[in-house]
């Protein structure tokens, strides 16, 4: 049946056409954008993500350059930190220099002070756009990462970099409520105060060598006392020696061995008084009998100790005269915790930094002590091979003992790396001695910041290159979602044109055929 009110032929080709053409549009609009998802509208989820993470990659774009900013802060710090330690060590060789006698200790002081003032400059313009790392004690946080959790929540990483103050300030001592040390201070032994107390005392330590008061010896009997690895011998001539003998013949060959800083003297008939001066070193001593006669008689009775009768074997130990502060391994230093020796009424201390130890306390100490230049007042750092423990040996070898307490507080402010720089002075034999020994530890703590700058631009550089990568992998993932397939995009266009034609063919012919009706009425 035939219509002039309505052409169904026409209508489906008109439908045709139009989802033709809809398809035609979508294609060029692809070819023209590059894009399959341009908008919400062509696919809201996918759309939504690709936002989010086009929204990240603008994010990580700003976060290289914040690590690039603090990786070229950081580079500066690192070159101020190999700088100041080429110069420590210059002022080593100035110092080893100052060792000889024979040579100007005022030139090479000229020479110490010109490099100590370079480092100043150095340490001062170690800054980029502001900030110096090589000053203060604060952290500096740089943006190393935006992480997204699966809830869609984004929270930033940093990476912390230490400043490493390498000024030579000496801070701030505490005033706070801090641990009192005192209980830390006892002789070299961990005893009582046999040999130690509040004083530092400058007349040596000693032992006292008794022999026993009797007589009866055989020929042949004999006795050797052995001290600082020197050995000396009395052997019995004659039956019935006595004890006076011994004591005659010992002390003579005793005092023949010329140790250095030992002393010996007779303060009775049976007994010789050992004294030891030695600083920092303790004075090991034995005794030992051999007897031939079948009566049995020894000349030992005791070592600085209570007589018991006659013995074959004795031995003690004259300790260092010098008072040792020992510092607890069982917690390290906080910043702003000061520790404070104070020597004939005078105190000296030094303030933690962040991150120090208990040895850097006592080096910081030494140098705070050794820095003051208080006549004949000498110190030493020593660490326990087999249990890590540190102690401060403070010695006193002037005209009189001098007083000695020590002491902790917090709340402080922390004392500069190269603290004690400005206090070495060669012009004398004392400060070119503490001098050599404290320089050591200023080149250590500037090598130490050196290395931690250099770990943590190794770290940045690291995180930067892995941000770069992750924005190009952001950048390759966004692609893939919404990027349109451009050889797939272009022979759809030609089949889409080939369509459009034959659909345009198609709805004029349908659109003829009511002409064709015409023909009936002619």
Known sequence: MSSILTNSSAMVALQTLKSVNSNLQQTQSEISTGKSVASAKDNSAVWAISKVMESDVKGFKGIQESLSLGESTVAVARNASETVTDLLTDIKGKIVAAQEENVDREKIQTDINALRDQIGAVVGAAQFNGLNLVQGTEQVNILSSL???????????????????LTSTAG????????????????????????????????????????????????GDATSITIAGQTVTYTAAADDQTETNARDALLSSLQALDLEGITFASTSTNQITVTSTRSFEGVDLSMTDT?????????????????????????????????EVFFTTATAPSEGNSYQASIGGTAYFYTASAGETMEDVARGLKTAIDAAGVEG???????NDSTGEVSLKV???????LAFATAAADGGEASGGLFGLDAI??????GADSALDNIETLIQNSIDAAASFGSAQGRIETQSTFVGSLVDSLKSGIGTLVDADMEEASARLQALQVQQQLATQSLSIANQAPQNILSLFR
Request: proline share 1%; glycine share 14%.
């Open 147 to 165: 992480d997204r959790s699966g809830s869609g929540d984004v929270s930033a990483s940093n990476i912390r970099v230490d400043r490493q103050d």
């Open 172 to 219: 701030v001592n505490g005033v706070g409520t801090g641990n009192d040390l005192s209980a830390q201070i006892v002789d070299a032994s961990g005893g009582s105060s046999a040999f130690g107390g509040s004083t530092l005392t400058n007349t040596g330590n000693s032992a006292v060598i008794q022999f026993a008061q009797t007589t009866g010896w055989d020929t």
């Open 291 to 323: 007897v031939s006669g079948g009566d049995g008689n020894s000349f030992i009775q005791s070592i600085n100790g209570t007589p018991t009768g006659n013995t074959t074997t004795e031995s003690g130990t004259i300790e260092q005269r010098a008072e």
């Open 377 to 383: 007042v000498t110190t030493q750092v020593a660490i």
């Open 395 to 401: 010695d006193n070898s002037s005209a009189a003992s």
């Open 425 to 430: 002075d060669v012009t004398t034999n004392e």
